[in-house]
Protein backbone atom coordinates (compact mmCIF):
# COMPACT_ATOMS: atom_id res chain seq x y z
CA UNK A 1 0.00 0.00 0.00
CA UNK A 2 0.80 3.25 -0.93
CA UNK A 3 -0.04 4.97 2.51
CA UNK A 4 3.00 2.75 4.35
CA UNK A 5 5.37 4.90 2.46
CA UNK A 6 4.21 8.93 3.34
CA UNK A 7 3.46 10.06 6.43
CA UNK A 8 -0.27 11.70 6.74
CA UNK A 9 -1.37 13.87 8.98
CA UNK A 10 -4.64 16.60 9.42
CA UNK A 11 -2.65 19.00 11.18
CA UNK A 12 -0.74 21.63 9.79
CA UNK A 13 2.19 22.15 11.87
CA UNK A 14 4.04 19.33 13.70
CA UNK A 15 6.32 20.11 16.60
CA UNK A 16 9.61 18.20 16.51
CA UNK A 17 9.06 18.45 12.34
CA UNK A 18 10.34 20.90 9.90
CA UNK A 19 9.00 21.48 6.71
CA UNK A 20 11.96 21.75 4.27
CA UNK A 21 9.63 21.86 1.00
CA UNK A 22 6.30 22.76 -0.11
CA UNK A 23 4.83 20.74 -3.00
CA UNK A 24 1.48 21.98 -3.01
CA UNK A 25 -2.32 20.78 -3.10
CA UNK A 26 -2.20 16.75 -3.95
CA UNK A 27 -5.62 14.87 -3.93
CA UNK A 28 -7.22 11.98 -4.61
CA UNK A 29 -11.15 10.58 -5.55
CA UNK A 30 -13.19 7.99 -6.33
CA UNK A 31 -16.49 7.45 -7.00
CA UNK A 32 -18.12 4.11 -5.84
CA UNK A 33 -21.73 2.18 -5.92
CA UNK A 34 -22.48 -0.42 -4.45
CA UNK A 35 -23.70 -3.63 -6.19
CA UNK A 36 -27.21 -4.48 -6.52
CA UNK A 37 -27.26 -7.37 -3.60
CA UNK A 38 -25.54 -4.85 -1.34
CA UNK A 39 -28.14 -2.49 -2.01
CA UNK A 40 -31.04 -4.71 -1.37
CA UNK A 41 -29.35 -6.12 1.95
CA UNK A 42 -29.18 -2.79 3.33
CA UNK A 43 -32.66 -2.03 2.09
CA UNK A 44 -33.78 -4.84 4.34
CA UNK A 45 -31.59 -4.09 7.16
CA UNK A 46 -33.03 -0.57 7.31
CA UNK A 47 -36.34 -2.16 8.30
CA UNK A 48 -34.56 -3.09 11.34
CA UNK A 49 -32.25 -0.55 11.76
CA UNK A 50 -28.43 -0.49 13.10
CA UNK A 51 -25.61 -0.61 11.46
CA UNK A 52 -25.42 -0.99 7.78
CA UNK A 53 -22.38 -3.07 7.64
CA UNK A 54 -22.31 -3.43 3.78
CA UNK A 55 -22.33 0.28 3.37
CA UNK A 56 -19.49 1.09 5.77
CA UNK A 57 -17.60 -1.59 4.77
CA UNK A 58 -17.60 0.32 0.94
CA UNK A 59 -16.88 3.81 2.14
CA UNK A 60 -13.98 2.54 3.97
CA UNK A 61 -12.74 0.61 0.80
CA UNK A 62 -13.29 3.87 -1.04
CA UNK A 63 -11.95 6.16 1.27
CA UNK A 64 -8.50 4.17 1.44
CA UNK A 65 -8.66 4.27 -2.36
CA UNK A 66 -8.69 8.01 -2.34
CA UNK A 67 -5.90 7.85 0.27
CA UNK A 68 -3.75 5.83 -2.09
CA UNK A 69 -4.44 8.01 -5.11
CA UNK A 70 -3.70 11.24 -3.03
CA UNK A 71 -0.23 8.94 -1.44
CA UNK A 72 1.00 8.21 -5.63
CA UNK A 73 0.49 11.70 -6.10
CA UNK A 74 2.90 13.23 -3.37
CA UNK A 75 5.50 10.50 -3.91
CA UNK A 76 5.07 10.95 -7.80
CA UNK A 77 6.46 14.79 -6.70
CA UNK A 78 8.92 13.80 -3.91
CA UNK A 79 7.22 14.55 -0.83
CA UNK A 80 7.23 12.24 2.08
CA UNK A 81 4.17 13.59 3.98
CA UNK A 82 1.14 14.57 3.26
CA UNK A 83 0.00 17.32 6.02
CA UNK A 84 -3.31 18.85 6.51
CA UNK A 85 -5.55 16.03 4.82
CA UNK A 86 -9.29 17.09 4.43
CA UNK A 87 -12.31 14.78 3.75
CA UNK A 88 -15.12 15.35 2.03
CA UNK A 89 -18.03 13.05 0.66
CA UNK A 90 -20.70 13.92 -1.82
CA UNK A 91 -23.73 11.59 -2.91
CA UNK A 92 -23.40 12.75 -5.94
CA UNK A 93 -26.51 10.19 -7.43
CA UNK A 94 -28.41 7.86 -5.94
CA UNK A 95 -26.68 5.06 -4.27
CA UNK A 96 -23.17 6.66 -5.88
CA UNK A 97 -20.87 8.40 -3.48
CA UNK A 98 -17.79 10.66 -3.83
CA UNK A 99 -14.99 10.12 -1.61
CA UNK A 100 -12.36 12.95 -1.89
CA UNK A 101 -8.90 13.13 0.03
CA UNK A 102 -7.09 16.22 -0.51
CA UNK A 103 -3.81 17.55 1.38
CA UNK A 104 -0.76 19.74 1.19
CA UNK A 105 2.37 17.13 0.08
CA UNK A 106 5.49 18.26 1.56
CA UNK A 107 9.08 17.17 2.72
CA UNK A 108 8.93 17.12 6.44
CA UNK A 109 12.70 16.98 8.59
CA UNK A 110 12.50 15.45 11.67
CA UNK A 111 14.28 17.92 14.20
CA UNK A 112 17.07 16.62 16.00
CA UNK B 1 -60.49 -8.75 2.85
CA UNK B 2 -57.25 -8.23 0.97
CA UNK B 3 -57.09 -4.14 2.18
CA UNK B 4 -57.43 -6.46 5.79
CA UNK B 5 -54.45 -8.29 4.93
CA UNK B 6 -52.29 -5.75 3.85
CA UNK B 7 -52.82 -3.53 6.93
CA UNK B 8 -52.32 -6.78 9.04
CA UNK B 9 -48.90 -7.45 7.06
CA UNK B 10 -48.31 -3.75 7.47
CA UNK B 11 -48.64 -3.94 11.35
CA UNK B 12 -46.71 -6.74 11.36
CA UNK B 13 -43.57 -5.44 9.89
CA UNK B 14 -44.13 -2.14 11.69
CA UNK B 15 -43.69 -4.28 15.48
CA UNK B 16 -41.42 -6.42 13.97
CA UNK B 17 -39.35 -3.41 12.90
CA UNK B 18 -39.64 -1.85 16.25
CA UNK B 19 -38.92 -5.34 19.00
CA UNK B 20 -35.40 -5.58 16.75
CA UNK B 21 -35.06 -2.65 16.72
CA UNK B 22 -34.96 -2.15 20.07
CA UNK B 23 -33.00 -5.13 21.16
CA UNK B 24 -30.51 -3.77 18.54
CA UNK B 25 -30.38 -0.21 20.14
CA UNK B 26 -29.96 -1.57 24.07
CA UNK B 27 -27.34 -4.12 22.83
CA UNK B 28 -25.60 -1.33 20.37
CA UNK B 29 -25.43 1.08 23.73
CA UNK B 30 -24.48 -1.21 25.77
CA UNK B 31 -21.41 -2.21 23.51
CA UNK B 32 -20.14 1.30 23.17
CA UNK B 33 -20.51 1.89 26.84
CA UNK B 34 -18.31 -1.41 27.71
CA UNK B 35 -15.63 -0.18 24.79
CA UNK B 36 -15.99 3.55 25.71
CA UNK B 37 -14.75 2.72 29.34
CA UNK B 38 -12.05 0.34 27.77
CA UNK B 39 -10.72 3.06 25.44
CA UNK B 40 -11.33 5.60 28.11
CA UNK B 41 -7.11 5.90 28.60
CA UNK B 42 -6.77 7.08 25.11
CA UNK B 43 -7.39 10.72 25.02
CA UNK B 44 -8.98 12.94 21.92
CA UNK B 45 -8.27 16.54 21.68
CA UNK B 46 -10.28 18.53 18.97
CA UNK B 47 -7.08 21.33 18.98
CA UNK B 48 -4.96 21.63 16.22
CA UNK B 49 -1.69 22.44 17.62
CA UNK B 50 -0.76 18.99 19.75
CA UNK B 51 1.30 20.94 23.27
CA UNK B 52 5.45 20.61 22.76
CA UNK B 53 5.54 17.56 24.76
CA UNK B 54 4.49 15.43 21.97
CA UNK B 55 7.20 16.82 20.20
CA UNK B 56 8.98 14.24 19.80
CA UNK B 57 5.79 11.91 19.19
CA UNK B 58 5.21 10.07 15.79
CA UNK B 59 1.96 10.88 13.97
CA UNK B 60 -0.30 8.87 11.84
CA UNK B 61 -3.92 9.70 10.26
CA UNK B 62 -6.49 7.51 11.90
CA UNK B 63 -10.15 7.31 11.15
CA UNK B 64 -13.57 5.25 11.54
CA UNK B 65 -16.92 5.06 9.91
CA UNK B 66 -19.61 4.03 9.90
CA UNK B 67 -23.18 4.33 8.31
CA UNK B 68 -26.10 3.76 10.53
CA UNK B 69 -30.24 3.91 9.88
CA UNK B 70 -32.69 4.27 11.79
CA UNK B 71 -35.80 1.02 11.68
CA UNK B 72 -38.82 1.29 9.77
CA UNK B 73 -40.97 2.06 12.49
CA UNK B 74 -38.99 4.87 13.84
CA UNK B 75 -38.85 5.87 10.04
CA UNK B 76 -42.65 6.00 10.44
CA UNK B 77 -43.11 7.63 13.56
CA UNK B 78 -40.42 10.61 12.68
CA UNK B 79 -42.56 10.90 9.39
CA UNK B 80 -45.46 11.35 11.55
CA UNK B 81 -43.92 13.95 14.05
CA UNK B 82 -42.48 16.19 10.74
CA UNK B 83 -46.16 17.25 10.86
CA UNK B 84 -46.16 18.82 14.36
CA UNK B 85 -42.16 19.75 14.17
CA UNK B 86 -40.26 19.49 17.69
CA UNK B 87 -37.43 16.87 18.43
CA UNK B 88 -37.27 13.09 16.50
CA UNK B 89 -36.05 11.79 19.16
CA UNK B 90 -35.32 8.31 16.93
CA UNK B 91 -33.10 9.77 14.67
CA UNK B 92 -31.32 11.73 17.34
CA UNK B 93 -30.53 8.07 18.79
CA UNK B 94 -29.03 7.23 15.43
CA UNK B 95 -26.95 10.04 15.03
CA UNK B 96 -25.83 9.36 18.70
CA UNK B 97 -25.07 5.64 17.91
CA UNK B 98 -23.62 6.10 15.04
CA UNK B 99 -21.06 9.61 16.03
CA UNK B 100 -20.31 7.01 19.18
CA UNK B 101 -19.14 4.59 17.05
CA UNK B 102 -17.06 6.09 14.71
CA UNK B 103 -15.29 8.04 17.53
CA UNK B 104 -14.80 4.35 18.91
CA UNK B 105 -13.17 2.70 16.00
CA UNK B 106 -10.70 5.64 15.24
CA UNK B 107 -9.61 4.95 18.94
CA UNK B 108 -9.85 1.37 18.46
CA UNK B 109 -7.06 1.95 15.47
CA UNK B 110 -5.38 4.22 17.18
CA UNK B 111 -4.94 1.40 19.96
CA UNK B 112 -3.63 -0.78 17.24
CA UNK B 113 -0.69 1.62 16.16
CA UNK B 114 -0.01 2.25 20.04
CA UNK B 115 -0.72 5.72 20.41
CA UNK B 116 -2.56 7.46 23.52
CA UNK B 117 -3.89 10.69 22.26
CA UNK B 118 -5.65 11.96 18.86
CA UNK B 119 -5.47 15.53 18.21
CA UNK B 120 -7.35 17.47 15.47
CA UNK B 121 -9.95 15.41 15.36
CA UNK B 122 -13.33 16.19 13.09
CA UNK B 123 -16.03 14.63 12.51
CA UNK B 124 -17.89 14.42 8.72
CA UNK B 125 -21.62 13.79 8.25
CA UNK B 126 -23.33 12.44 5.18
CA UNK B 127 -26.64 12.05 4.17
CA UNK B 128 -26.61 8.36 1.96
CA UNK B 129 -30.35 8.70 0.83
CA UNK B 130 -31.78 6.78 -1.93
CA UNK B 131 -34.27 9.89 -2.62
CA UNK B 132 -32.42 13.04 -3.36
CA UNK B 133 -34.63 16.11 -1.75
CA UNK B 134 -37.69 13.25 -2.66
CA UNK B 135 -38.76 12.65 0.43
CA UNK B 136 -40.71 10.13 -0.32
CA UNK B 137 -41.85 6.85 1.12
CA UNK B 138 -39.01 4.69 -0.07
CA UNK B 139 -36.22 7.01 0.89
CA UNK B 140 -33.48 4.98 3.19
CA UNK B 141 -33.07 7.52 6.46
CA UNK B 142 -29.26 6.37 6.57
CA UNK B 143 -26.21 8.65 7.37
CA UNK B 144 -22.68 7.76 7.41
CA UNK B 145 -20.73 9.03 10.77
CA UNK B 146 -16.54 9.75 9.95
CA UNK B 147 -13.87 10.93 12.61
CA UNK B 148 -10.36 11.18 12.05
CA UNK B 149 -7.83 12.70 13.61
CA UNK B 150 -4.06 12.79 14.28
CA UNK B 151 -2.91 9.95 16.54
CA UNK B 152 0.71 10.58 18.21
CA UNK B 153 2.50 7.94 19.81
CA UNK B 154 5.74 7.69 21.37
CA UNK B 155 9.27 7.29 19.44
CA UNK B 156 9.58 3.39 19.44
CA UNK B 157 8.78 0.82 16.59
CA UNK B 158 8.69 1.77 13.06
CA UNK B 159 6.02 4.01 11.74
CA UNK B 160 2.34 2.78 10.25
CA UNK B 161 -0.91 4.12 8.80
CA UNK B 162 -3.40 2.51 8.65
CA UNK B 163 -6.22 5.14 8.31
Do not use: W
Not at chain 1, 35 to 53: F, S, T, Y
Not at chain 2, 72 to 79: C, G, P
Amino acid sequence: MKTDKILLSNIEYLAGYTISKHLGLVQGSTVRAKHIGRDLMAGLKNIVGGELAGYTELLNESRQEAIDRMATQALAIGANAIINVRFSTANIAAGAAEILAYGTAVVLERKE
Amino acid sequence: MEDLIGIGFLLILLAGAYLIGTVGEKRHYSSIRKREARLSNILIFNEKMPPTIYAKHEFALVGGSVVMSSDYFRQTIASLKKLVGGRLTSFESMMDRGRREAILRMKEEAERIGAKVIFNIRIETCMLTKNQGGGGERGLACAELFAYGTALRAHGASLQNNA
